[in-house]
């Protein structure tokens, strides 16, 4: 069983990963010292003392969090990179914002202001000569949603038929050959769908 190819993870990192998990990478798996990784935390911190900037992925606000605080910290303490400074503003500003009851508290009110996004709506240009517009198939008259609900619902159900004789053959005579040129109009222009069987013995 082979290990981990640090190679190309290095390379995977170096192209898609953010500054300061290059530095993590670097000081952990690589011969970086543990400066650039306690730099590329700094780099996240409020004049508050706080960390923000969505140093914790889920916090997309750039207010100082408590889960940005937990994750700084703990990274300049995973890079042996700790710094007294960063570790001292971080615990004042937890000591500002907490609970009247005590406790910490897992994110500020803050982040509901910087996480807000107005979603945004498609721009459907106005259909040319021809052309269906949103939501139709071409040459289907109903929108998207109905053929799709009437999808869902299912087939409907056929409704029971009466009975009914089926004409004999034509026979013989005029009126034989009158019936049998009606039929055969009829096939022609595809409206005949009860067209008599013929006795083609």
């Given amino acids: ?3 981990p190819d640090f190679e190309q993870a290095g390379q995977f990192v170096a192209a898609t990963a953010r500054v300061l998990d290059r530095r993590r990478f670097g000081r952990l798996f690589g011969p970086d010292g543990p400066g650039p990784v306690r730099d590329a935390v ?4 409020n004049p508050d003392g706080g960390f923000g900037h969505a140093l914790e992925p889920d916090g997309r606000c750039p207010g100082s969090q408590p889960l940005a605080i937990a ?3 703990a990274t300049l303490d995973e890079a042996g ?3 007294g400074e960063l570790a001292q503003g971080a615990l004042g500003w937890l000591e500002l914002h907490a609970p009247a009851a005590g406790g910490v508290v897992e994110a500020d009110p803050s982040i509901a202001r910087g996480q807000g996004v107005r979603p945004v709506r498609p721009a459907h240009p106005r259909p040319g000569p021809g052309h269906p517009g949103p939501g139709r198939a071409r040459g289907d008259p109903h929108p998207a949603g109905l053929r799709a609900a009437a999808h869902l619902a299912g087939p409907r159900p056929v409704p029971a038929r009466r009975h009914r004789r089926a004409p004999g053959p034509p026979g013989r005579g005029a009126a034989a050959r009158r019936r049998l040129d ?9 409206r005949g769908r009860r067209l008599a069987r013929l006795d083609h013995g």
């Avoid at 700094?42 to 911190?45: I, L, Q």
């Fill in 1 to 3: 069983m082979t290990g």
């Fill in 81 to 83: 990179a700790w710094d």
């Fill in 182 to 190: 009606v039929q055969l109009a009829g096939l022609v222009s595809g």
């Fill in 42 to 45: 700094a780099a996240y911190r």
């Fill in 71 to 73: 994750l700084a910290l």
